[in-house]
């Protein structure tokens, strides 16, 4: 059975499990949301929080990314079946590979009313030239972090204290991200007179950074979880 | 390295599992302190001893989940410290914990390690109606079964996942009167399509009778029982 | 109202209703039919486009009396938890009554907050502002959302009533805070105009007129609402009790077949 | 609600567990479909059937833990319906979980338990000799332990606990040979002491040696057993 | 044996379990660190930073709070040990006093040590008269975090996904600390020109919200984790 075929298995088993515990839409969704409000409320200024709206979805989105890779691998750890994975003999890259994209369209999902709603709460506007940008920042974007999430998600699974390894290990990995995405963001949303041209070479560097992370993951998930 | 079957054992065959003088540890603790046993292909070995005696690591070791410490080990012809990755895809481990995704039902369980080795939807419910986990239950969550129904649904996907070496760690825990012949037939049918078993457990009379042979580990070691 | 109790202990009622309209309700739904034509005929034709706010004004009659109506259904929803946990009966009648009304109130919250949005575009220039009436407001929607999704945990009818009852009774707490949380921070949005203490009511008169229209009608609304969505409840209560009867027989016909 | 003893009933003492026609619910499921079954004061009960029959969901309802759909039930002398938080005080279940502390040492999991009921170092020091889960086994944190070494100390908590009432579900899974002696020993001297006992247990022979009285549990009922 | 002497055992139990596993002081505190140099990230702007740096100290708290709760209570569900306290007939307020009080403790370490922190990274300066302002915030905003979090975390601890389900009950419910918070930590350090007068209030809304969730928290969480 070839390594995309397997990794398509337990990407679809993860869909599934979420499909039935409609955990991520009941639950994390709303949790971005009050993120979000929160930041606002904290922040408390019309001015200041339209100019840092970029970075603020970008940050709930952090902080959503954490919940959802703690979930997927919980699923894991609950009952041991990460073991008993182990010993299947599934391909430690497939595993990977399905755990990030079932990750990654979780991911999409929410980015995307995420973005919506940063429209409407933080009164962002996005030019018409914008949305292109938008899009391929969130498309460019998600693949590095469900890369990260995954990588360490895994990691931090087989240890007690997860819950808390885990952040530790994803927050300062995932700050390139956070930079450019938030970068293009506010090019593509014209944040403080940022031209939507400016916005590429971010949309650049994520990618970059998403491929770097793929492969790296790929090669590594394979010794973290070995041991 | 020596593929060639050695004319000195009285097995022809080359042994499925062997470890010499085996070390493992457990943090600091040396939970195998030099065991060594011999596996050959189509045996059923019981593994007994009191709790803590590292019936559990020893399973482990040979599922390449522990890393061996001193000592050699070789399972289905490849070497423990060395190739631990190619020995996985091979071997089947009932652990002390069932490893099932409680979200899905048990049918969707037993599914998802079926098709990682190809199985066809009638093999699937082979699988099921051997622990009897057919009918009504397939399609409950595996979160909601009693504890002997989790324990079937696992041993379910053990036969679904059709290793060539089986390691189970008490199988019987949980399992009702007619859970446990059920278990019997499915290791002798295993045995029959060319499966190799390792068993530890407490339930001595019910898995003596079934065990081709029986060991004793005493202490992270390995005694043959006469 | 229903009220049958549906205790667990009490077998399933042989002759249930066949559908929660009686004619009681049919009344009221017809009169809430009514109260709504006025109040778009207030709301659109006869009352005044303001000075400033031009013909936008309008949408005030029906912000404002869904947000109270929410209020409202959610101070129902802890007066039914409190009777709930405090009776003795321990009566589910009231559980589903502070569910309904609670589901109502979150419909009826989210209106107020779409229109709002609506409106901020319009008078405001943006759907959202970061002042305290409207952030208290947006968590006091997510903190119902999160009442709802604790009765859907799971467990029998008196620990979903339990439950929530308890949740109901501390969220309710909140509202005081969204009221006068114009006072307490200094705030864009609108201060009580309508609801000051000092009972000095500041508006054109036929403007209030609509708007009390609007509350009218919007009460009408709920009433209904809550009448048919709680009935709804109690079926599916019945429904579920039903099923407990055949699900009884089920296991007791498996042992049936175990007895040597 | 009448404390006065019925002059019909055989024992003059009031039953510890009295459930008539109880029915408890897992989600939609009828995991009891009307179980009657009374257990008087000293006796060791042990429950027998198949897996999925309702054992652990009826020791759960005794312990309070899952509430009663239909049927009454009292238990130490308190209605399950109405005064479930009292029933608690006194009861101690042992489930399929061994509810530890991973990272508490045996000893503390044990004295933390014995604590809550006031006991001295000497009664906390009893209870891990009890299981055999003293000496250098009490200083390992229980996360480490083996599984077996895991139910022990599960066991040496609950005697520490000095429940009035004992509710164990497969207390045998995952002991050894030495441990199911030391669990026999440890059940007659808690009878002895004064408390009651019902027992879930696959391992007939074992348990049903010791009991006073079997039931079995088929589909949710209890039958008496001649 | 009394109500307050179990509490107290229970909440050596937890804090021995936190003093063993280290995973407060090893891991909570870092991600809280990490939390808020990501923020300044998200901002980039000293002038706006050191303008929001009071919120944005609490908003880590409360982030650092939900991990905390969760560790708190999956150390309980991990082997069914809830269960066991239960049917042992363990008071449930005492439960609830034990776990909020060494929750609560954990908290003020980790509150105090992200306050020098802040002054740290964010280049906040504390007068003198301030401090005594901020050592009285935190102590009063302290236990009402401890109260709400303990109450939800017991809710959410027998469910499923309760990793996402608490921060949906959580965060709106603790908004007002975090507003009354914030105020009063602006107050002491001088934020815009607030004066320290201006803090007291505050302090006494937090006071407010920690008795009555304290009181409402004690009476509640029978009945919510009974079930
Ligand atoms: C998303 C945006 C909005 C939200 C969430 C919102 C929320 C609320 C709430 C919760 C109340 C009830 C206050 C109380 O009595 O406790 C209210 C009342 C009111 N709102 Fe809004 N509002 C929004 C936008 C607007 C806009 C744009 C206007 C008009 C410019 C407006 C005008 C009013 C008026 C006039 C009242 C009645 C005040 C009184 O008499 O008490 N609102 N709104
Ligand atoms: N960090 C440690 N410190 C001390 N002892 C340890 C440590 N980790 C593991 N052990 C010991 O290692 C042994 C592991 O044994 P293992 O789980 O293999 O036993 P087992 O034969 O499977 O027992 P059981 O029959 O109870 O399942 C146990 O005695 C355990 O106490
Ligand atoms: N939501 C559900 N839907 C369908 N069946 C359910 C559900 N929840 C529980 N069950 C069933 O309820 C029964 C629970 O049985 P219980 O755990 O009491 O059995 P037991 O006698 O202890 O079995 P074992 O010997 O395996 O431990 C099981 O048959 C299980 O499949
Ligand atoms: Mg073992
Ligand atoms: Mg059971």
Chains 1, 5 share one sequence.
């Not at chain 3, 049958?4 to 929660?20: C, Q, V, Y």
Request: charged letters at 20%; glycine letters at 10%; hydrophobic letters at 50%.
């Amino acid at each position: 059975m070839s390594r995309w075929r397997v990794a398509l298995l337990v990407a679809r088993k993860d869909l599934a499990i979420e499909w039935r515990s409609r955990v991520v839409l009941d639950q994390v969704l709303p949790f971005a949301g009050v993120t979000m409000v929160l930041f606002a409320f904290a922040l408390d200024s019309d001015a200041v929080l339209e100019r840092v709206a970029p970075g603020l979805v970008w940050l709930a989105v952090l902080f959503s990314l954490l919940v959802l890779v703690q979930r997927a691998f919980a699923v894991e750890a609950a009952d041991g079946a990460l073991d008993a994975l182990r010993v299947a003999g599934v391909d430690p890259m497939s595993i990977y590979w399905g755990k990030g994209l079932s990750l990654a369209l979780q991911l999409l999902v929410l980015e995307a009313l995420l973005l919506a709603a940063a429209v409407v709460l933080y009164g962002a506007e996005v030019p018409a030239e914008g949305v292109v940008l938008l899009v391929t920042t969130s498309i460019t974007a998600t693949p590095g972090l469900a890369a990260v999430g995954t990588l360490y998600g895994g990691l931090a699974a087989g240890f007690t204290g997860r819950e808390t390894l885990l952040p530790l290990l994803v927050l300062p990995a995932v700050a390139p991200v956070l930079i450019g995405a938030t970068r293009a963001v506010e090019s593509a949303l014209g944040t403080a007179g940022a031209a939507t041209s400016d916005g590429w070479p971010w949309v650049g560097l994520l990618t970059v950074f998403a491929v770097a992370f793929g492969v790296g993951g790929s090669l590594a998930f394979g010794p973290l979880i070995d041991e | 390295m020596d593929a060639a079957p050695d004319p000195e054992h009285e097995h022809p065959a080359r042994p499925v599992v062997e470890l010499t003088d085996a070390v493992a540890l457990l943090g600091p603790y040396p939970a195998l302190a030099g065991a060594t046993i011999r596996v050959d292909p189509g045996e059923i070995v019981l593994l007994r001893g009191p709790n803590g005696a590292g019936k559990t690591t020893l399973l482990r070791v040979c599922a390449g989940l522990v890393p061996l410490s001193r000592g050699e080990g070789r399972v289905l012809g490849h070497d423990l410290r060395t190739e631990r990755a190619a020995v996985r895809p091979r071997v089947g481990l009932l652990g002390h914990s069932n490893g099932l995704y409680g979200d899905l039902t048990v049918r969707e369980n037993v599914r998802f390690w079926g098709a990682l080795v190809g199985a066809t939807g009638d093999e699937i419910d082979a699988a099921l109606e051997r622990m009897a986990v057919g009918g009504r239950l397939a399609e409950v969550p595996a979160r909601k079964l009693s504890a002997g129904q989790r324990r079937r649904t696992a041993l379910a996907c053990l036969v679904a996942r059709r290793a060539q070496l089986w390691l189970l760690d008490e199988p019987h825990a949980g399992l009702d009167a007619a859970g446990r012949d059920q278990l019997d037939d499915t290791l002798r049918a295993a045995v029959a399509a060319g499966a190799t078993i390792v068993v530890a457990s407490h339930e001595l009379e019910r898995a003596g009778s079934l065990a081709t042979r029986t060991v004793d580990v005493v202490a992270g070691q390995v005694r043959s029982v006469a | 109202m229903t009220t049958t109790d549906l205790d667990a202990g009490t077998p399933a009622r042989t002759s249930a209703p066949r559908g929660t309209g009686t004619r009681a309700t049919r009344v009221l739904g017809i009169a809430t039919v009514v109260a709504m034509a006025w109040l778009v005929a207030f709301g659109l034709g006869f009352s005044p486009a303001d000075r400033d706010q031009e013909e936008s004004v309008r949408i005030l009659y029906v912000h404002v009396p869904t947000i109270w109506i929410a209020y409202l259904a959610f101070v129902v929803t802890a007066i039914s938890s409190g009777c709930y946990l405090f009776g003795r009966k321990k009566s589910l009648g009231f559980d589903r009554v502070a569910g309904a009304s609670a589901e109502i109130g979150v419909v009826f919250m989210a209106v107020t907050l779409i229109v709002g949005a609506l409106w901020g575009r319009l008078t405001w220039g943006v759907f959202w502002q970061w002042d305290a009436r409207l952030t208290t407001t947006a968590l006091l929607f997510v903190t119902y959302i999160g009442y709802l999704a604790v009765r859907r945990l799971g467990g029998s009818h008196h620990q979903r009533a339990k439950r929530s009852a308890v949740l109901g009774l501390l969220a309710v707490l909140e509202i005081p805070l969204v009221h006068w949380s114009v006072r307490l921070w200094r705030s864009l949005h609108q201060e009580a105009t309508v609801l000051r203490t000092d009972g000095d009511i500041s508006m054109d008169g036929l403007m209030l007129f609509s708007l009390f229209v609007g509350v009218i009608a919007f009460t009408l609304l709920y009433v209904w609402l809550l009448l048919h969505r709680s009935r709804t409840m109690f079926l599916e209560d019945l429904i579920e009790d039903r099923g407990l009867d055949q699900a009884l027989a089920a296991r007791r016909a498996e042992a049936e077949e175990v007895r040597p």
